[in-house]
């Protein structure tokens, strides 16, 4: 009973600051303070303690949380859904000392839900930057065509008449499976033989399964092309 008062009176302060997300009814505070986590911190002061709390949504989904660490420094952690359940952005905010550090990350979607676009805006107290991470291109088929992001080249994916994925390239690297060919052919579609060729160097592998499908060997080559 002791530390139940203790972790309430700590987070006395971080129900307030936590607004509409703590508040929404009050099975959420209580749940949030029945899944509150508090450690010993080894070697520091006997009443030292890390504390990591989670406030919950009506559909049981983490929307904010609250932890401290050794150095005393303070992590909120606040995360939002579209009507789907994706989340939509994930944004975390340390606090050590006077200054702030935020990170807030932003996903995209599809209509059929899947993920087209991940951006990171770092910020150092009023100082912020904006970096585009991840930007997926699909197919008809829902496969993934491309995957890219400004600053770095774009991969490129390949698939056969049953999906399965062939190749994936890019400007300095392509990799190249088959499934069949290659020293240990083999009717089972499994993947026999990986080409990937890199700036200056070529690798090869070849598969071996036994009856059963499983790996039994594997034999690998790699040549220096000598070209950059």
């Given amino acids: ?111 059929l839900n899947r993920p087209t676009t991940v951006t990171l805006r770092h910020s150092v107290g009023t100082n912020s930057q904006t970096y585009q991470l991840v930007s ?8 993934l065509r491309s995957n890219g992001a400004p600053g770095r080249a774009a991969a490129t994916f390949s698939y056969d008449m049953r999906s399965a994925l062939t190749s994936i390239s890019s400007n300095d690297f392509i990799q190249t499976l088959y499934r069949g060919e290659g020293t240990f052919p083999s009717k089972s579609g499994r993947i026999t033989k990986n080409d990937i060729r890199l700036t200056g160097r070529h690798l090869t592998s070849n598969y071996q399964y036994d009856q059963a499908g499983r790996l039994i060997k594997a034999a690998s080559a790699l040549e220096n092309t000598g070209v950059d």
Avoid: C
């Avoid at 972790?7 to 959420?28: D, K, Q, Y």
């Fill in 1 to 111: 009973m002791s530390r139940l008062i203790a972790i309430l009176l700590t987070l006395f302060p971080v129900l307030f600051a936590s607004g509409e997300a703590a508040w929404g009814n009050v099975r959420t505070v209580l749940r949030t303070v029945s899944q509150a986590q508090v450690d010993r911190v080894l070697g520091a002061a006997v009443r030292s303690r890390v504390y990591t709390v989670n406030f919950y949504d009506k559909y049981e989904r983490v929307v904010f949380s609250q932890s401290t660490a050794a150095d005393n420094s303070l992590i909120k952690t606040s995360t939002a859904y579209d009507f789907a359940g994706n989340p939509t952005s994930v944004s975390s905010t340390t606090y050590i000392g006077f200054n702030t550090f935020t990170d807030t990350y932003t996903y995209g979607f599809d209509h």
């Fill in 136 to 143: 997926n291109v699909y197919d008809n088929l829902g496969r």
